[in-house]
C-alpha cells in the first residue's frame, strides 16, 4: 500500500487550511492517527473502560486483558526478551528521567562520567545534567562530523573507564542523523557502562530489535508512531530493572503496605504507580498493529525516497541551507533548513498560509542550534502518509515566500 492510499485512514488529513490542501510535515513533533487507533481507544471507553489488574468482574477482566495485550505487542515490536522488560510510562521523557533518577541514582557517583552528544534532544540532556550536578559527576559531550554524525573514533576517545551511562539518540529530531547505536553500545559495554537509547524517533520510522542493539535501556513515545498521546515506554533489560527502586509510590505500583514499611510489586509493574494509561496502551497496541502491517522496512524505505526527493528538489532553490546528512539513504525523513535573510518563524508563518504545516524554533535542542551557529531553524518532517507532492507542495510554496520576502526588504 502506497503512501497515497494510506492517507485514506489519516481522517484529518482530509481538509482544508487557510484555502489549501493540508499538507502535514511536522510528524517529529507528532504524528497524525489512523481511523485503526481511534476506534481502538473509542471502543475502549465505550465498550471495556474499567481499571486493571485489582478487579475481578468483567470489565475489569476486559480491560486488564487489553492493556497487558497492548504490553505484549509492545515486547513483539523490539523484539525484547520479556514482558517484564517493558514498562509503561507517559513517554520518552519520563523514561529517560526514570532511568536517570532509579538506576543513576544508585550508580553514578562522584567523579563518574556521563556521555551525551551534542544533537540530543533536552530530554536527553537535562535528566542527566540534573545527575551529574546532584553526584558531582563529570558530563561529557560526543563531538559532531560537520555533516551533523558521528565518528566511533571521536566515541571511543570520549567513553571511558570512568564513564557510567552513556545515553544518545538513535536518530536525531533535527538532523535526521542515524546514529550506530550497536557500534556505540559495545563501546559502552566496553568501558563497563551502560547504554541508554532515547529512541523517540526511532521507533516509529525503523525496525527496532533491541537485543541485537544490546542497549541496556530504550525509550520511546506512542505519539510519535501513530499512537495517542500521553503513553510511552521504557524497555529495560530485566537484570537491571529487578535492582532498580521506584521513583513513584502509591497504589498499582505496591505488594504489601504496612505502618511503616511497604514492597513492591514485581516487574513491570513495580513502576507503574497509580491508575495506568489504560486507554493510551490500547491505543499504542492498535498503532503497533497497523505500523506491522505496513511493515518497518517499508516505512524506512518510503522516508529514505522522500528524503532524498526532498533534498534534490529543496537544494535547487538558491539561498536555502540544509542541516545534517548530505544523502537520503543516510537519514531519517526529517529535513531542517533556514532560508537566507529569513526567519525561520516567518518561513513557517508563510508556509501555514498556503496550508502547509512544518516546525520552526529550537526543537528543544538549543546546544545543537549552538553547534550549527544558528538561533532557530525551519523543519519538514516525513512520515508514511506523505508523498512526493507534499515535497513539491513545500518547494513551491518556499519559493513564494522567497520572493515575497525579497519584494518586502
Given at each position: 500500500m502506497n503512501a497515497a492510499e494510506l492517507r485514506k485512514y489519516f481522517p484529518i488529513l482530509d481538509q482544508e487550511v487557510n484555502g489549501h490542501p493540508l499538507v502535514y510535515l511536522d510528524s517529529a513533533a507528532t504524528s497524525q492517527k489512523p481511523v485503526q487507533v481511534i476506534e481502538a481507544v473509542n471502543e475502549y471507553y465505550q465498550k471495556h473502560n474499567s481499571n486493571v489488574h485489582r478487579?475481578?468482574?468483567?470489565?475489569?477482566?476486559?480491560?486488564?486483558?487489553?492493556?497487558?495485550?497492548?504490553?505484549?505487542?509492545?515486547?513483539?515490536?523490539?523484539?525484547?526478551?520479556?514482558?517484564?522488560?517493558?514498562v509503561f510510562l507517559r513517554g520518552t521523557t519520563t523514561a529517560l528521567n526514570l532511568v536517570a533518577q532509579s538506576y543513576g541514582g544508585a550508580n553514578v557517583q562522584e567523579g563518574d562520567e556521563i556521555v551525551i552528544t551534542y544533537m540530543e534532544h533536552h530530554s536527553n540532556i537535562i535528566?542527566?545534567?540534573?545527575?551529574?550536578?546532584?553526584?558531582?559527576?563529570?558530563?561529557?559531550?560526543?563531538?559532531?562530523?560537520?555533516?551533523?554524525?558521528?565518528?566511533?573514533?571521536?566515541?571511543?576517545?570520549?567513553?571511558?573507564?570512568?564513564?557510567?551511562?552513556?545515553?544518545?539518540?538513535?536518530?536525531?529530531?533535527?538532523?535526521?542523523?542515524?546514529?550506530?547505536?550497536?557500534d556505540i553500545t559495545k563501546i559502552a559495554h566496553e568501558n563497563g557502562a551502560v547504554m541508554v537509547v532515547d529512541g523517540a524517533q526511532a521507533a516509529p520510522h525503523l525496525a527496532i530489535d533491541v537485543q541485537k542493539l544490546d542497549c541496556d535501556f530504550f525509550a520511546f513515545s506512542g505519539h510519535k508512531m501513530c499512537g495517542p498521546t500521553g503513553i510511552g515506554v521504557l524497555y529495560g533489560k530485566q537484570a537491571l530493572l529487578e535492582k532498580m527502586e521506584p521513583v513513584e509510590f502509591g497504589g498499582e505500583m505496591i505488594d504489601f503496605v504496612?505502618?511503616?514499611?511497604?514492597?513492591?510489586?514485581?516487574?513491570?509493574?513495580?513502576?507503574?504507580?497509580?491508575?495506568?494509561?489504560?486507554?493510551?496502551?490500547?491505543?499504542?497496541?492498535?498503532?503497533?498493529?497497523?505500523?506491522?502491517?505496513?511493515?518497518?522496512?517499508?516505512?524506512e524505505q518510503h522516508e529514505h525516497k522522500l528524503a532524498a526527493y526532498a533534498l534534490e528538489k529543496l537544494s535547487a532553490i538558491e539561498g536555502f541551507s540544509i542541516y545534517g546528512p548530505p544523502n537520503g539513504s543516510d537519514r531519517a525523513g526529517v529535513i531542517t533548513f533556514n532560508l537566507d535573510d529569513v526567519h525561520p518563524h516567518d518561513v513557517a508563518t508563510v508556509l501555514d498560509a498556503e496550508g502547509?504545516?512544518?516546525?520552526?524554533?529550537?526543537?528543544?535542542?538549543?546546544?545543537?542550534?549552538?553547534?550549527?551557529?544558528?538561533?532557530?531553524?525551519?523543519?519538514?518532517?516525513?512520515?508514511?502518509?506523505?508523498?512526493?507532492?507534499?515535497?513539491?507542495?513545500?518547494?513551491?510554496?518556499?519559493?513564494?515566500?522567497?520572493?515575497?520576502?525579497?519584494?518586502?526588504?
Open positions: 478487579g475481578v468482574h468483567t470489565l475489569g477482566n476486559r480491560a486488564t486483558d487489553l492493556y497487558e495485550g497492548a504490553r505484549d505487542k509492545v515486547r513483539s515490536f523490539i523484539n525484547a526478551a520479556s514482558m517484564k522488560e517493558i535528566p542527566w545534567q540534573q545527575l551529574a550536578k546532584q553526584k558531582g559527576a563529570v558530563l561529557k559531550y560526543i563531538p559532531l562530523q560537520p555533516d551533523g554524525t558521528i565518528s566511533i573514533e571521536d566515541v571511543r576517545e570520549t567513553v571511558t573507564s570512568k564513564t557510567k551511562i552513556v545515553s544518545v539518540m538513535m536518530v536525531s529530531n533535527v538532523l535526521g542523523t542515524i546514529n550506530p547505536i550497536e504496612g505502618l511503616y514499611e511497604s514492597t513492591w510489586k514485581e516487574l513491570p509493574w513495580k513502576f507503574e504507580g497509580g491508575t495506568p494509561i489504560i486507554a493510551g496502551a490500547v491505543g499504542l497496541g492498535a498503532a503497533i498493529d497497523f505500523l506491522n502491517e505496513i511493515g518497518l522496512d517499508a516505512i502547509i504545516a512544518v516546525r520552526a524554533g529550537h526543537h528543544c535542542a538549543q546546544p545543537l542550534m549552538k553547534w550549527l551557529d544558528v538561533s532557530a531553524t525551519a523543519r519538514a518532517s516525513f512520515y508514511v502518509y506523505n508523498t512526493e507532492e507534499d515535497i513539491d507542495r513545500l518547494a513551491a510554496s518556499l519559493l513564494k515566500t522567497k520572493e515575497y520576502f525579497s519584494d518586502v526588504f
